[in-house]
């Protein structure tokens, strides 16, 4: 999982510096699909079929994948706006 995140957040950064500028509410949206796809391939990993739903939540929360690295666009974005003030 963690080469799968690494490789996440090469694609996530560079996305993240192209559009940082466009509208906030595109990020939190964003970041819950791409945790939700990672779920997904834990769900599979571990013999279960179908995309994350129910329990995984609770099995893998968003604090999960931070502690991994996972890189958040939505957090990103209030820093960079924190910058500019």
């Given at each position: 999982m963690e080469t799968m995140i690494e490789e996440?957040?090469?694609?996530?950064?560079?996305w993240?510096?192209?559009?940082?500028?466009?509208?906030?509410h595109v990020f939190p949206t964003l970041d819950g699909w791409v945790r939700q796809r990672l779920r997904s391939i834990l769900r599979r990993h571990h013999k279960g079929s179908g995309g994350a739903r129910g329990l995984d939540h609770q099995r893998w929360p968003n604090?999960?994948?931070a502690e991994l690295?996972?890189?958040s666009m939505a957090l990103a974005r209030e820093k960079a706006s924190q910058c500019l003030k």
């Open positions: 996440v957040n090469r694609t996530t950064a560079g993240f510096n192209y559009f940082q500028h466009s509208l906030r604090a999960y994948f690295g996972l890189i």
